[in-house]
Every structure is written in C-alpha cells, then in structure tokens.
C-alpha cells in the first residue's frame, strides 16, 4: 500500500511566521500534490509536480511555494502565515497524471494561524 | 471552468435504507471521473474510476455510474460503517481534478 505521510496533524502558528508542511511520499510516484480543503469549498490544488524540482500552479497558489528536492518528498511553504490561511492542508501522490491514476492522500495538517 | 457540484450535502440514512448521491459536472473533455471516501480526520480513500459514459463499476454495497452530466454513487442497504463524506472529482484535458465539496453520509443503526 502507498503511505504518505504528512509530518504534523495539527500546527499552530502566528501571524507573519514563515511555515513549512513535510509530506513524503513511499511508492516512487512521479506525481505530488498540495491541496486545501476548507468546508464548502471542497478540495483546491494549491501546488503540484510531475518530477524533482518541477513545480505548477494549482488553483491558489497564492502566499504559498513548494519544494521538491528529493523524489519521495514535497514540501508546502507559506512564507508569511495569515489567519486566512488556517485550513487543513493535504498532500497526495499519484503515479501518473491525477486523472489517469488514483490519488493517495496523507491524513492532513490543520493549520491553525492566529 | 470545470465545475464539480455534489448533492445533497448531508443525507442521513436508516442502516438498510438505500440512497444515492449525486455529482453534476461540467468540464471541457472529461479524463475521468472519480469518487472518494473520507473519515473524519483522515485524508480521502480512493474509490472508484470511471472513464465514459455508461460505465459502472461495484464495490460491496457501492456502485458508481456514469452518464454525459452527471455520475450517481449508490449505497444499497447501507451499514453504519459507510458513513463517511464521499467526496466526487473530473479530470478534464485542460486541468488537474477538480473536487466538489462531498456528501456527508450518516448511517443510523
């Protein structure tokens, strides 16, 4: 099975300070993913890449970067936290494109900035 | 603009009393569509994929089917266990998936 593994379940943070979400991922996928998932608004794709320092935009990428050093790993930056940013945060790996092969997620970072 | 929109948003089910969810989309050549299953506290779970119009696909007590606008996820005679928010998303050719905002399910013993 895949694991991906998220290395907080719960942060919080203040306003101004600069953030990093680890997610690792085990099954050599090509593919990683940072979503956040806010009630009402569903999933949205904050940052995405298809190989070692590759990235893409998502959806909202906005006061966020990303970092993929490593194949296994993908980080989520937020360089100067706001309380609009408190969310749960997932990360995901695919093996190849999200709408060819299923995503697996980790179990979430909450946020909390305050 | 690809768009996801799942109903209804909460649906409260006796144990064995079967329903179905429902996921509308609109997206500009559809990839794919799939559904997930998430427990409190945990990320989503892969359940199902279905790629055209037509296509069915079973797992125990669910079933997900397909048409051009739209794809049902059916729960027959439904356990407390299936409680969950199942979660519904399209891959199209100009993006990567777009979820909707989930059907949260509970099961009533």
């Known amino acids: 099975d895949v694991k991906v593994t998220q290395s907080s379940r719960y942060l919080v943070k203040r306003t101004g300070e600069k953030v990093f979400l680890e997610c690792v991922q085990d099954?050599?996928?090509?593919?990683m993913f940072w979503y956040r998932q806010d009630p009402g608004l569903g999933l949205r794709l904050i940052y995405f890449?298809?190989?070692?320092?590759?990235?893409e935009k998502g959806d909202i990428p906005e006061g966020y970067s990303v970092s993929r050093e490593k194949k296994e790993r993908f980080s989520l930056i937020l360089e100067s936290a706001s309380t609009n940013q408190t969310s749960m945060y997932l990360c995901?790996?695919?093996?190849?494109?999200?709408?060819?092969?299923?995503?697996?997620f980790g179990n979430g970072t909450r946020l909390t900035v305050t | 603009e690809d768009q996801v929109t799942q109903s209804p948003e909460a649906l409260r089910l006796q144990e064995g009393e079967s329903s179905s969810l429902n996921c509308s989309y609109t997206v500009s050549g559809l990839r794919g569509l799939f559904w997930y299953r998430q427990d409190p506290g945990k990320g989503p779970e892969f359940l199902f994929t279905?790629?055209?119009a037509g296509e069915e696909k079973e797992k125990e007590r669910l079933k997900a089917t397909l048409t051009k606008k739209e794809s049902f996820l059916h729960i027959t005679a439904p356990k407390p266990e299936d409680s969950a928010t199942y979660l519904c998303a399209v891959g199209s050719s100009a993006r990567q998936l777009t979820f909707g905002s989930g059907t949260q399910l509970t099961v009533l013993p």
């Open positions: 890449s298809y190989d070692v320092k590759m990235k």
């Open positions: 995901a790996s695919s093996l190849i494109d999200s709408y060819n092969s299923p995503l697996h």
């Open positions: 099954m050599d996928h090509e593919n």
């Open positions: 279905l790629y055209s």
